[in-house]
Nanobody, 123 residues
């Protein structure tokens, strides 16, 4: 079992930055691929970024490539999402998730989810 708790969301102006954190419980955190997803009102949950267990491989949605950076600290059981140059269209609830498989872009691939943190970007 893995429990995930996100933090760091808030209100920011366009062009600003936020850093999201996701703290995980469980002894096997370092075995999991960790992902960030987001869901805007009236839209489906979408992939944002993912990082393999070792941190050596990272993946991004085209919409955030070059602006967002995912990282992890296995010693702290925490995964981060640094978000720079934020845009109003980045407004959503952001979720972190964990999975043991190879697929990382699909919502259905993830076994555990956090409760989400709201990010609002004003224009």
């Amino acid at each position: 079992q893995v429990q995930l708790v996100e933090s760091g969301g808030g209100l920011v102006q366009a062009g600003g930055s936020l850093r999201l954190s996701c703290a995980a419980s469980g002894r096997t955190f370092s075995s999991y691929t960790m992902g960030w997803f987001r869901q805007a009102p009236g839209k489906e949950r979408e992939f944002v970024a993912a990082i393999r267990w070792s941190g050596s491989s990272t993946y991004y949605a085209d919409s955030v490539q070059g602006r967002f950076t995912i990282s992890r600290d296995n010693a702290k059981n925490t995964v981060y999402l640094q978000m720079n140059s934020l845009k109003p269209e980045d407004t959503a609830v952001y979720y972190c998730a964990a999975n043991l498989g190879l697929i990382f872009r699909e919502v259905t691939a993830y076994d555990y989810w956090g409760q989400g943190t709201q990010v609002t970007v004003s224009s």
